[in-house]
């Protein structure tokens, strides 16, 4: 088993304390995580962990030599859904748009990281979710990698890598590739730290470069995840 490490919700103006924490413990383990950049946070939710020191694009670009950035969304705003394409959530910032609102979107996102200068890998959604029309988009604006999907092996669909992302934890089927997913800002870092030793003690920390993609062994194993799925789509409705 393997385990790629992903952190959500990294923005401009968030809590420099939790975040730099976060990052500390991955430096300690040796691993490289993956991290989703919101360029223009605007959820409330996550501004209210603001605190009297934040993270600046001084840290951002410090951290850039030890971290992996992806897009995550635009303004992490959400309007309410009745479907996504993974049927994970009830709320989007691009399910269920038009293609030229999504690519409004995507394309002020995209441009942030250039004017700043920041790399950036792939694409993570807000809440996991998006539709078709996303991955549309993301395609048509050169974005080739994607962290979501159901699976246990990076696999190639709609003109996209999708590096899947089942558990927030280091749960496992014994086999296959993982993405463990952490809110540094809304979980305990005590929380996320036991989580990477045990996931560290259970099997290898990867680096995005190192989660293996094959077609044929999703297709042969991805079948495994539909009570999960299912799990899901109950739970959202």
């Not at 809590?15 to 991955?26: G, R, V």
């Not at 951290?63 to 992490?76: C, N, S």
């Not at 995209?110 to 996303?134: C, L, Q, V």
């Not at 870092?189 to 062994?217: H, M, P, Q, T, V």
Request: charged content about 25%; overall charge positive; hydrophobic content about 40%.
């Amino acid at each position: 088993m393997r385990f790629l490490v992903r952190a959500d919700d990294l923005f401009v103006g968030a809590d420099f304390s939790k975040w730099d924490s976060f990052i500390s413990i991955c430096r300690r383990l040796n691993v490289r995580p993956i991290i989703g950049l919101i360029p223009f946070c605007e959820d409330e939710s996550l501004l209210r962990f603001s605190k009297s020191k934040i993270v600046d694009l001084v840290h951002i670009k410090e951290w850039e030599k030890d971290v992996d950035y992806l897009i995550h969304g635009t303004y992490h705003r959400y309007h309410p859904i009745t479907s996504d394409l993974l049927n994970r959530s009830s709320k989007s910032e691009f399910a269920g748009l038009p293609y030229s609102k999504q690519r409004r979107l995507i394309r002020k996102s995209i441009k942030w990281f250039e004017d700043n200068r920041i790399e950036y890998k792939g694409f993570m959604a807000p809440s996991h979710s998006f539709d078709k029309i996303t991955l549309k988009v993301l395609a048509d604006e050169g974005i080739k990698m994607i962290s979501d999907g159901y699976g246990f092996y990076g696999y190639n669909k709609y003109g996209l890598l999708f590096i899947p992302q089942l558990f927030s934890t280091g749960r496992n089927f014994g086999f296959g590739y993982y993405t463990l997913c952490f809110h540094p800002l809304t979980t305990s870092i005590i929380s996320i730290r036991n989580n990477l030793y045990l996931a560290s003690d259970k099997g290898n920390l990867i680096a995005l470069e190192d989660f293996k993609i094959s077609n044929l062994l999703h297709c042969l194993t991805v079948i495994i995840t539909i009570p999960l799925r299912i799990i899901r789509y109950v739970n959202k409705n």
